[in-house]
C-alpha cells in the first residue's frame, strides 16, 4: 500500500531481505526482518533499570513495536501511546500485526501531536519512550532542549527517559546534537548501541537519561533481575549481558 | 582502478559514503571511511588476551590494514602475512596507503597461497589471524575443518586464532557453519560482535579460538593491561570497555 496523510506519505513494501518494511517519506523505518533488533533495544534498557515501571508513555511507535515491548513488563499498568499519525496505526495494525499488541488492554491509544501532550497532560509517567521518525518532517520538534524539558516535566521523579539517537556514524552531528541536548536537562545520560540492519548505518544508538543517580543505566537494581530474567525468555535480541555491554562507549565517541 | 588478476577481479572506486573503497569480484572489502571498525576488531582481542604475543602470522589482509594494527603491539618480533594476491598489495599500497605499515621492517610479506602455507611450513606462531574474502572463491578453502586444523598445527601452545565469521544476520548457515568447524579442532571458540557499515550486514563477526584453558576471550591477563592502554591510545574504535562488550552474545545466537 501507499497512501498519503496529513503528516507524511506512509507506505508498505515487501521484500526479499527484510520482508514487508515500513517506509515513511521514503525513509525505511522498520521491517518484520529486523524490528526486535529496535524494539527490543528502545524499551527494556530503560525497563529493567527502573525498579518499578507502572505509567509508561511512547511518542510515535506507530507500527506499535515499542508498545508490545513495554507490555512484556507485568509492572505495567498503563502503556500510554501518542502518535500523530493514525494512518500509520491503521496501516501497521492491517498489514504488520506481528508488531503491535493491540488488544492488550493496558493500551491507551491517543492520535495526537506528542509535542502538545507532553506540553499540556497533567499525567506523570514511570518512563517515556521517544520512538520517532528522522529530525526532518513532523519529528522535528521531538529532538531539542524544550521538547526534552517537557519530556522531564512529565517524568515522575525518579523516572527514565529512552529515545532513539541515530547513528552516530553517518550522523554524529545530529547524534552529538542530541546528547548535548539531553545533558542539559537530565543528570545522567548515556548513549547505548546496537545494530539495525535495515538502517544501513553502521552502529545504531539509543539515549538513557535520568536524574536518577543511585541508578547506572548498565547495571539492573536487584527488584528487576527475576523480571529480566522473565522477558529474556521472549527477546530475540535483547537479554542481560547484551544490556551492559551496549553501553560500551567506543573510543571515537567518547570526545562527544 | 580495475584490474583483473590471475584470482579475481580488483577495484578501487572513490565514493560520497565511505571514501576510497576496495572491491573485490564485486564485493565491497574495505573502505577509508570505516576500516578500522574492521581491522581493529579483528586483530586487538586476539593481541591482548595473548600475554606476549611475538610471532603473528597473517592469512590474506592484503589491504594492509590487519598487519598495520597487529605491528601496534611492540611485543611483536615478526608478523608474516601471506597474501595470495600481489595485485591486492600493490594496489592498497597505491591507492589506499594508509591502511599499511608496509615500511615495518618486522612484516615479512609473502605472495603465497594461505592455506598452502599453514599445511607446509615449519614456522611456529602465537597469533594466527584470518583475513579472508567470503567463502566463494579463492577464499573458499579458508572456511573448513581441514584448514582450521592446519592453522591449530602452526599455533604455539596456548596460541590464538582470530577470523572473520561473516554477519550472522544475514549469513546465520555461513556463521553457524563456522563455529561448528572451530569447536572440533579448537577447545575454547567465542564469537564476538561489533559493525562494518560498508559490508551493511546489520552485526558482523569476528570469532576468537584457542586452546587456552586459563584465558577467557573477554578478560584481558594482567601482563598484558599496560600495552592494552598504550593501545587505546591510537585506535578510534576498540578499547577495553568495548572487547568485553563485544563478546556479549545475542540471545537469537544462543543456541548456535
Request: glycine fraction near 6%; charged fraction near 25%; proline fraction near 6%.
Amino acid at each position: 500500500m501507499s497512501r498519503q496523510s496529513e503528516f507524511q506519505k506512509v507506505e508498505l513494501i515487501d521484500t526479499v531481505q527484510f520482508g514487508r518494511v515500513l517506509v515513511i517519506d521514503g525513509v525505511f523505518m522498520t521491517s518484520e526482518r529486523d524490528e526486535h533488533l529496535y524494539h527490543e533495544m528502545i524499551v527494556h534498557p530503560a525497563m529493567v533499570t527502573h525498579p518499578n515501571p507502572q505509567s509508561v508513555l511512547v511518542i510515535g511507535g506507530g507500527d506499535g513495536g515499542t508498545a508490545r515491548e513495554v507490555l512484556r513488563h507485568p509492572t505495567v499498568q498503563t502503556c500510554t501511546m501518542v502518535e500523530i499519525d493514525a494512518l500509520v496505526v491503521e496501516a501497521c495494525k492491517l498489514h504488520l500485526p506481528s508488531l503491535g499488541a493491540w488488544d492488550d488492554p493496558r493500551l491507551q491509544l491517543r492520535i495526537e501531536d506528542g509535542i502538545q501532550f507532553v506540553r499540556e497532560t497533567d499525567a506523570r509517567f514511570d518512563i517515556v519512550i521517544l520512538d520517532g521518525t528522522d529530525p526532518q518532517g513532523p519529528a522535528e520538534g521531538l529532538f531539542n532542549e524544550s521538547f526534552y524539558r517537557n519530556v522531564h516535566r512529565v517524568l515522575r521523579s525518579g523516572g527514565i527517559f529512552a529515545l532513539q539517537s541515530e547513528g552516530p556514524f553517518f550522523f554524529p552531528e545530529v547524534f552529538r546534537a542530541i546528547q548535548v541536548s539531553l545533558a542539559k536537562v537530565f543528570a545522567q545520560v548515556a548513549p547505548y548501541f546496537g545494530s539495525v540492519p535495515l538502517y544501513s548505518a553502521g552502529p545504531w544508538s539509543w539515549t538513557w537519561a535520568s536524574d536518577r543517580q543511585d541508578l547506572t543505566p548498565s547495571t539492573l537494581p536487584a527488584t528487576s533481575e527475576k523480571r529480566a530474567v522473565e522477558i529474556e525468555k521472549v527477546t530475540r535480541y535483547w537479554n542481560r549481558e547484551i544490556q551492559k555491554a551496549a553501553f560500551a562507549l567506543p573510543s571515537e565517541l567518547r570526545k562527544v
